[in-house]
């Protein structure tokens, strides 16, 4: 009766330029909105098209990416800078906890003063822990969108060959998208869009391509509660425990939390109702342990 996807919000702020951190174009105002957000899209301009104007006056995606990088990064060691001035002396004057944080913060400065992003440098999840409240950028994943043009949907051209040489240097993903495209895709019905598609040889928009790119890099995966009144998406991160994902719903399932009855995805779509899918035998009863598969249709049993 009733289906509830679940959402990813994005963002679109506006274009960062060279010398963003020292404020041009409104940068440090925008650099600081960066500090909010869970996952940042690059998106890069690998086309060519004479009737519009790039700022820098010329096509070079590898170049355009290494100036953001460049402001993103200074802003973190900006960051960085005056935390370490607000508890330099805390540190040195025995303070334990602010000589673990002063000792985490010199290495990230260390690491940034060298052009390289905190992405890039081995931090583990204890140290990650005690920089959390910085919201630094340079540490937050990132997807890279080569912005491309009708040309280039069944092909590569040599500014994305470029660009995709250094992104995948970097152990990141980078997508193609064509925006010009996606627009017309926007007021289409679900039937519209796909024959739209079709005519292009494209087997998925772009937006569901960055909703999945977007996923992946945040390590979340989706689960399914199905109900006879409602069937309902619901996003957990990857290797989440049964609890876990119970807690997503309310906190009392997490605390109460007994048994969890599993349904594979594709089991699901293939015999069509939760009935069929125990009549088969494909239903199981998991415990605490049980770690989360993308798409596992779920219901929990709890006592509070």
């Known amino acids: 009766k009733k289906t509830i996807p679940t959402t990813i919000n994005f963002v679109d702020i ?5 010398g963003a951190s020292k404020g041009e174009g409104l940068g440090n105002k925008f650099l600081s909105n960066l500090k909010e957000v869970d996952l940042l899209i690059h998106v890069i301009r690998c086309f060519e098209n004479d009737n519009i104007v790039h700022v820098n006056g010329k096509i070079d995606p590898v170049s355009d990416k290494e100036i953001i990088d460049y402001e993103l990064i200074i802003k973190d060691l900006d960051s960085v800078d005056r935390r370490i001035d607000k508890i330099r002396k805390q540190a040195i004057t025995g303070d334990k906890e602010k ?3 002063n000792d985490i913060l010199i290495k990230c400065k260390s690491h940034l003063e060298d052009g390289i ?5 081995s931090l583990d999840n204890n140290e990650i822990k005690w920089i959390k409240h910085l919201n630094l950028i340079t ?8 912005n491309i043009d009708e040309s280039l949907i069944s092909s590569d051209n040599e500014h994305l060959n470029n660009l995709r040489e250094v992104v995948n240097k970097e ?7 064509c925006a010009s495209l996606e627009e017309q895709l926007y007021d289409l019905t679900e039937e519209e869009k796909n024959l739209f598609l079709d005519d292009y040889g494209i087997i998925e928009s772009g937006l569901d ?3 999945k790119a977007s996923y992946k890099s945040l390590e979340l995966i989706t689960y399914f509660t199905a109900g006879e009144k409602e069937v309902r998406a619901w996003t957990v991160k990857k290797d989440s425990n049964a609890p876990q994902a119970a807690g997503v719903i309310h906190t009392d399932f997490e605390k109460g939390f007994i048994k969890a009855e599993v349904i594979k995805y594709n089991d699901f779509i293939s015999y069509g109702s939760e009935l ?5 035998g494909k239903l199981s009863l998991e415990g605490k342990e049980y ?11 709890f006592n509070v």
């Not at 992003?117 to 440098?121: G, I, K, M, Q, V």
């Not at 540490?139 to 080569?146: R, S, T």
């Not at 152990?171 to 998208?177: E, M, N, Q, R």
């Open 209 to 211: 391509m960055l909703i």
């Open 139 to 146: 540490l937050k994943p990132l997807v890279y969108v080569a």
């Open 99 to 101: 000589k673990t944080e």
């Open 14 to 18: 506006a274009g960062l330029v060279k």
């Open 291 to 301: 770690i989360l598969s993308d798409g596992d249709v779920m219901h929990f049993r």
């Open 276 to 280: 069929k899918c125990k009549e088969a």
């Open 117 to 121: 992003s905190l992405r890039e440098l």
């Open 171 to 177: 152990g990141l993903i980078l997508i193609k998208i």
